[in-house]
C-alpha cells in the first residue's frame, strides 16, 4: 500500500512543537507542584523545631529560677569545683601503696621465702632498699634477686597492654649471719634497686599488674656465683663459735 502524506510540512512543524509545548508545561506543573510540597515540608520542620527550642528554653528558665533561689549557691557550686579538682589530682596521682603488692609478690614460696624487715623508698632516685632476713640463707637471698629481676609490670588501658621489667640491676648491700627471735640462724641482708615509673603510675594510666615468674628459678648458677670461702668461713665461725660456747 502507497501512503501519501497531504499535510504541508509547515503544519506538520507547528504541530511537533504544539506536542511539545504541551509536555513542557506538564512537567512544569509537575515541578512547580513538587517544590511547593518541598516548601511546605520544610516550613512543618521548621515550625515543629521552633516550637520545640520554645518549649526547652521555657524548661531551662524555670530551673534556672529555681537554681537561683537556693541560697549560697556561689559556695555550693565553689565546693564542687574543688571536689571535681580533688578527684582529678587523686585519680593522676603515684600510687605508692603498689610498692607493698611488689614486695608481697617477689618473695619465694617456702623454703625459700624471707622475711622483710624494713621497706625504703626514695621518690627522686626512684630506688627501693630491703632489708630482711631469710632462713635458708644465700640460696634464698639469690632465689629473691632473680625473681624480682624476672618480675614485669603490665599495664592495660583499654585494648592497649604494655610491659617494662620491674627493674634492671639490683644493688648489693650488707650480707651477714645472725640469729632472730626465735634464735634461729638466718641471713641477714640489704639491697637496692631502681624501680620502673611504671610501678606507681597514676590509675588513669590504666590497670596496673605485677608478673613474677611462674615457673622455678633455677639455683645452681647463683650457687656458683659466691666463692665458696665466703660458705666456708661462715660455716668455720660458726661451729667456732658453736665449741666456744660448749667448752664455757
Known sequence: M????????VKRDWLKTRAMRNRVISMSFLIGGAS?????ALAVILGGQLAAE????????????????????NKVVTIQNQLSKINAQHSGKKINSRIFDVVSAVNPPSPNNVSFSSIKVNPELKTITLEGSAANGYGALETLKKTILSTKIRTTDGANTSEVELTKDIKDGDTSFGENSEGKKVLQFSFSFEYNEALLAPANNGVVSVI?????IDMTDSRQGIPDSLFKSKTDNSAKRENGNANR
Do not use: C, F, H, Y
Open 36 to 40: 511547593i510540597a518541598a516548601v511546605v
Open 2 to 9: 502507497i501512503e501519501i502524506n497531504l499535510i504541508p510540512n
Open 54 to 73: 520554645v518549649v526547652q528554653n521555657s524548661g531551662i528558665k524555670d530551673r534556672s529560677d529555681k537554681l537561683m533561689a537556693v541560697e549560697d549557691l
Open 212 to 216: 613474677t615468674p611462674t615457673t622455678k
